[in-house]
């Protein structure tokens, strides 16, 4: 492969991360926004009956065109820089991995480690779902849980590599991956639930948010391994020359 400095690979990730921020807004805006009106619109419903109700100091359409857009394009950019870094380091250590290879990994492994495990313990949930004086408290929350994710997944891959020589690549790979599964469960217990949605709120529309959450997740890691794989590849691996034409003897 090409000797690169890593600030190639970094400017090549944010601009990965850009495309899977575009993802993100084309599903989010596909997907999420129908589930965040018909949420708002119960919420609002709600204010009435209870006499409340304030108008947003932002409009709907333009928390739905120009800041959905301007926020995921940020994240995108943000996380692909990141996993960039992550890329740098796991290239060559992880296995005998080209780029492309090496960058889908990297891009599940943190689709795994960022989205899903967090979200299996503290799902995203629509707005009027949530007590507003218990926010802060479960924005702690939601950050410990990631960065537990983050700190047992780095020690999966720390284990993962000292019991290569003793059991082998794959089998070694599979302890690893069980102990960070235990490890997680062990968090899960550990860590306080939260349920706070309404008795009376439609559980549908719940689940139709979330999943709708975690398709946008996986649309973005899955842009960003691809777009990064082949830009990494791009800068990594030597350009073959074309053979020049044997001229014949004369």
Known sequence: MNAISPRVLLVRGMLAGLLAGVAAFLF???????????????????????????????????????????????????????AALVFCYALGRIGRFGPRATAALVAGGLFVTVSLVPFFKYPANPPAVGDPETTVQRTTLYVLMLALSLLLAAGALILGRRLAPGLGNWNASIAASLAFVVAVGIAYAALPGINEVPADFPAALVWQFRLASLAIQAAMWTTFGLAFGFLAERALVPAVAPKEAVQPAS
């Open 28 to 82: 989010a805006y596909l997907l999420g926004e129908s589930k965040v009106d018909a949420a708002i619109a119960i919420e609002e419903a709600g204010a009435h009956d209870h006499g409340g109700g304030e108008a947003a100091p932002v409009s709907r359409a333009l928390q739905a065109t120009a800041g959905l857009g301007t926020g995921t394009l940020l994240y995108g950019v943000a996380l692909g820089g990141i």
